[in-house]
């Protein structure tokens, strides 16, 4: 009797699930999907209810017959991930190998560990037919609409074009906010600061609020200047104290999109990094004696839900770790969204007990630094509110009110272990204020004007667009990847300094598309259609009427375009650098790796250069100027401007700071011991290191 053989996607998760389970079982892997649409043609019967034309994958040609071949006279159980996705690779399998489809041969775990994978092993079910028309649903409407979509691009504006249902909203919303912010009018503002001090010396700072408690705006430097006047010898006095305690919460475990903006913003991380970096630690790791083992669950889910085994576990972690003051009540956590995404749960440590400095001797160091991440998530969402003493003190001086406020800390509670970061930068702090009672009299030590300009809203980094995205509904957690991808691929936009920019010709396509198929850049109607994507996961509607619905205004308004546009031409933005070859201005452009300078005169001139920006530094060597400059994987260096006569180059930004004994530029570095100022100069007498930061 040969040994059933367990059919799963990847290598990696073969091999952990091989070494639970022995000799007992085959594992092989599929290799992802064994069959999709043709590339060569649309594989759509739109005549016939949309009927997909699925193909194999020619790539896969060597994997299907092996996998043909194995599964022959044996057991046959699909285990591939616990989504749509998964559940439509195991059909494909199930259609490929010949498995009948009301064979009990689907199995389903969130996390890779010897008893889930064993007692999954123990209660098998038919594939999921609504969880597969789901991803039909998805993957024809995105055929629909790039197939019928990219030829008209090809024709109207530029061949190689192509446009997505969901990415064109990505575009869009990114589109948007760059035209906020070259419309945003800045406005001046003053604010007037008094620091103040006690009789026995403690000092403090507050802040103008007004006259008579009503806030009032300072919009110029003369009216700050006339609060002054006002101020001039006035006596100062607290007029009201206000304490109470404020709570804070732990932020609840992560799910996929939550995972992908923390790691943005604490570890730097682009959302593909994260996500191929929790892919090794859901499919498992050589943990020492413990062997190949799965270190987080599941990575791809909306939901914030955890078990009560692991609740328990974590609680009992806590207690004796911390204390049991340190446990924290019931969780309240976000309402779950009302789709099947939620019998998914929050992306957290398989086992608390494999605590993060245990496991890092056998991680790699993003590794470590995205498992640690996950561990403090979890841990802090079971642990107690942090507990601060919050103040605020109105301070009177004459009929003008100042204002301060402050808080201690009382009871640390999660924060002993993690604090959630923020998208501006680090976690608020507020200044100590002293002990003040009303009445008592405080010293004026200087009054403080300052300056001020309102903000344009912020460019969106790849956090702040996955949060927009699921504050939208627009798209599910195994989409945010893909759509951050192609936009940057297909040149609609590029990344600077982290923050997203659109191309001209992003914004040409936006225009486009808004004017003639508004519902493909329209959020709103995306979002509804994922909704009407997860009744169809839930059995409450049909694929088909969903894609027919979509896809017949879609249709005439396809064919009203392309009788009304005329040839859209992509402007190119000009540039104040003069080609070297042939005197032209050249122009800027965006290509797979960026922005770069191109000749105007192309095809007789194709000269091409780099975009650098200067920095206020000179080279060490030769004296030239440093630019900053990008390496094929996008890293940012700074080299010298005469490249390639002079090779000097940094990884670290260049500092205003000089060396005292050489005088050339000093540059941050990181030691055990902190962060210190090292002279950039390779043949510098001392080797110049500064204080440490």
Known sequence: M????????????????????????????????????????LGVDVENGFRPQYVGIKSKAKVVSDLKKSASGREVYLATDPDREGEAISWHLLEVLGIPGDATCRVVFHEITRDIVKNALKSPRVVDQHLVDAQQARRVLDRLVGYKLSPLLWKKVKRGLSAGRVQSVAVRLICDREAEIQAFQQEEYWSLTAHLAKADGAGFRAKLLGKGRQESRMNTEDDVRAAMRDLEGARYEVLEVKRKDRRRRPAAPFNTSSLQQEAARKLGFPVKRTMALAQQLYEGLEVGKEGATGLITYMRT?????????????????ESTFGKEYLGGAPKRPQAKVNIQDAHEAIRPTSVLRDPEGMKQYLNRDQYRLYRLIWERMVASEMASAVYDAVSCDVGARDHVFRA????????????IYIEGRDNGDPESEETLPPLTKGERLDLTR????????????????????????????????????II??????????????????????????????????????????????????????GQDDWQRL??????????????????????????????????????????????????????????????????????????????????????????FYGCENYPKCQFSVWNKPTRERCPQCGSFMIHRRGKAGTYLQCANPGCPSGAEGALT
Do not use: W
Request: proline fraction near 8%; include cysteine; charge should be positive.
């Open 485 to 538: 991808s192609t936009i940057q691929e297909r040149g609609y936009v590029h990344l600077e300094d982290r923050k997203f920019f659109p191309t001209e010709l992003g914004k040409v396509v936006v225009e486009l598309l808004g004017k003639h198929f508004p519902d493909i850049v329209d959020a709103a109607f995306t979002a509804r259609l994922e909704g009407d994507l997860d009744r169809v996961e839930g």
């Open 405 to 416: 406020t402050g808080s201690t800390m009382k009871f640390p509670g999660f924060t002993r």
């Open 2 to 41: 040969y040994k059933p053989l367990i059919i799963v996607e990847s290598p990696a998760k073969a091999r952990t699930i091989q070494k639970f389970l022995g000799s007992s079982f085959e594992v092989k892997a599929s290799m992802g999907h064994v069959r999709d649409l043709p590339k060569s043609s």
């Open 447 to 482: 009054l403080e004007p300052c300056q001020h300009f309102t903000q344009p809203p912020p460019r969106y980094t790849e956090a702040m667009l996955v949060k927009t995205l699921e504050e939208k509904g627009i798209g599910r957690p195994s989409t945010y990847v893909p």
């Open 302 to 318: 909306d939901s914030t839900r955890i078990s009560q085994v692991a609740r328990e576990e974590t609680r009992h972690y806590i």
């Open 547 to 636: 894609v027919g619905a979509f896809y017949r205004p879609f249709s005439e308004r396809l064919e009203n375009a392309d009788e009304a546009l005329e040839r859209v031409k992509v402007p190119d933005e000009p540039s104040d650098v003069k080609c070297d070859k042939c005197g032209k201005m050249m122009v800027k452009k965006v290509g797979r790796f960026g922005p770069f300078l191109a000749c105007p005169g192309f095809p007789e001139c194709r000269n091409t250069r780099p975009i650098m920006e200067s920095v206020d530094a000179a080279c060490p060597l030769c004296g030239g100027q440093m630019m900053k400059k990008r390496s094929k994987k996008k890293r940012a």
